[in-house]
């Protein structure tokens, strides 16, 4: 089915939308204090697009070691097919491939049975509730949004990689995942092998002969969310980007369980506008339901558009649609997210 023809039957009227009153101001949310992220380590200001890219240089590599940031794996990921469904003019792969050198993961693959030309790509990342992906790719129905089935339906290639937390997990909890991959790499945090998988996952999109590698998105709700703010941020291939309920600030969600950034991003010094920042002008939507994320969010993305100012007043590329409806994809957010999506790929 046609992006726009698709688009129509889920109710939007139009492929670009407009977002009035997504932000304004709000007085009660406009207290929260961020620093101010144009100011160099000398505390001079900085006011142009060239000092900021040496700025932008020091933040990228503060959070990136911070991180522990694992070197990328060279090889070109080769995938092997686990199982293959066909429906509704789709092709639904279960695939294994290797992430870290000798690490095998798994992931679901849709893309149109009919493609002419190279098309777009989404890394569609899961939520905590759907670590067996099978709602995401719409293997099964049920409450959780199908966006990576509705994102192939309208075009686009997809890939839903399955989070590290429950790869093999078996009786595991969470802690006990993330010291499997700490005993093989000891200086880094949860979010370091969310990042590594998540650009793996780039990887595994821009190897497909049928995918446009200059036209990858990605997008991601709750556990997914978190993981799209980092992978934005730190893989220049992506070129736009929903985040839904991650909780932008730290103290906004759990980022610091350890399978995220751990306890000590209590001390660190640093916010994660700082990470929001290293997306720009990329465009960027954040969506919140007044849980992790909402209008207590705004103070980030106000703080983060002088940044999108300085590549030529982009600051509609980095917007905020907020609900009161909670911890969840409500239906506008689903038609924005495809909209945006579509939009700016």
Same mark, same amino acid.
């Given at each position: 089915?046609?992006?726009?023809?698709?688009?129509?039957?889920?109710?939007?009227?139009?492929?670009?939308?407009?977002?009035?009153?997504?932000?304004?101001?709000?007085?009660?949310?406009?207290?929260?204090?961020?620093?101010?992220?144009?100011?160099?380590?000398? *505390?001079?200001?900085?006011?142009?697009?060239?000092?900021?890219?040496?700025?932008?240089?020091?933040?990228?590599?503060?959070?990136?070691?911070?991180?522990?940031?694992?070197?990328?794996?060279?090889?070109?990921?080769?995938?092997?097919?686990?199982?293959?469904?066909?429906?509704?003019?789709?092709?639904?792969?279960?695939?294994?491939?290797?992430?870290?050198?000798?690490?095998?993961?798994?992931?679901?693959?849709?893309?149109?049975?009919?493609?002419?030309?190279?098309?777009?790509?989404?890394?569609?990342?899961?939520?905590?509730?759907?670590?067996?992906?099978? $709602?995401?790719?719409?293997?099964?129905?049920?409450?959780?949004?199908?966006? *990576?089935?509705?994102?192939?339906?309208?075009?686009?290639?997809?890939?839903?990689?399955?989070?590290?937390?429950?790869?093999? &997990?078996?009786?595991?909890?969470?802690?006990?995942?993330?010291?499997?991959?700490?005993?093989?790499?000891?200086?880094?945090?949860?979010?370091?092998?969310?990042?590594?998988?998540?650009?793996?996952?780039?990887?595994?999109?821009?190897?497909?002969?049928?995918?446009?590698?200059?036209?990858?998105?990605?997008?991601?709700?709750?556990?997914?969310?978190? +993981?799209?703010? $980092?992978?934005?941020?730190?893989?220049?291939?992506?070129?736009?980007?929903?985040?839904? +309920?991650?909780?932008?600030?730290?103290?906004?969600?759990?980022?610091?369980?350890?399978?995220?950034?751990?306890?000590?991003?209590?001390?660190?010094?640093?916010?994660?506008?700082?990470?929001?920042?290293?997306?720009?002008?990329?465009?960027?939507?954040?969506?919140?339901?007044?849980?992790?994320? *909402?209008?207590?969010?705004?103070?980030?993305?106000?703080?983060?558009?002088?940044? $999108?100012?300085?590549?030529?007043? &982009?600051?509609?590329?980095?917007?905020?649609?907020?609900?009161?409806?909670?911890?969840?994809?409500?239906?506008?957010?689903?038609?924005?997210?495809?909209?945006?999506?579509? &939009?700016?790929?």
């Amino acid at each position: 089915m046609h992006k726009r023809t698709f688009l129509k039957a889920l109710g939007i009227g139009g492929l670009y939308i407009s977002f009035p009153g997504l932000l304004t101001a709000t007085p009660a949310v406009r207290d929260a204090a961020l620093p101010p992220l144009l100011v160099d380590a000398k *505390g001079r200001p900085i006011t142009s697009l060239s000092k900021w890219k040496k700025q932008r240089k020091v933040i990228r590599e503060r959070w990136l070691n911070y991180l522990g940031a694992l070197k990328p794996n060279p090889s070109v990921p080769r995938l092997t097919v686990l199982s293959e469904t066909r429906t509704e003019g789709l092709i639904r792969q279960y695939v294994e491939y290797e992430g870290e050198p000798g690490i095998m993961e798994r992931g679901y693959l849709l893309k149109p049975e009919q493609i002419n030309g190279k098309l777009p790509g989404v890394v569609a990342m899961h939520s905590t509730s759907d670590f067996e992906m099978l $709602y995401i790719s719409g293997a099964k129905e049920g409450k959780i949004v199908p966006f *990576g089935y509705r994102l192939a339906k309208m075009g686009f290639i997809v890939f839903c990689p399955q989070c590290f937390l429950w790869r093999d &997990k078996g009786d595991r909890t969470y802690p006990e995942q993330v010291k499997r991959f700490t005993d093989r790499h000891p200086q880094s945090k949860g979010m370091a092998k969310m990042l590594f998988d998540a650009q793996r996952a780039v990887d595994v999109l821009v190897s497909l002969k049928e995918v446009d590698a200059n036209r990858i998105g990605s997008m991601g709700h709750s556990l997914g969310a978190k +993981e799209v703010l $980092y992978l934005s941020a730190f893989d220049d291939r992506v070129k736009v980007t929903v985040s839904n +309920e991650g909780g932008v600030g730290i103290n906004f969600s759990n980022w610091d369980d350890v399978w995220y950034l751990g306890k000590d991003i209590h001390q660190f010094g640093h916010e994660q506008h700082e990470v929001l920042a290293l997306s720009a002008p990329k465009p960027f939507l954040l969506i919140g339901g007044g849980d992790a994320d *909402g209008e207590k969010s705004r103070p980030y993305i106000e703080a983060v558009w002088p940044i $999108y100012d300085l590549y030529g007043n &982009k600051r509609e590329n980095l917007q905020l649609y907020s609900h009161d409806e909670g911890h969840m994809v409500n239906a506008e957010g689903e038609r924005r997210t495809y909209e945006w999506i579509v &939009k700016h790929l």
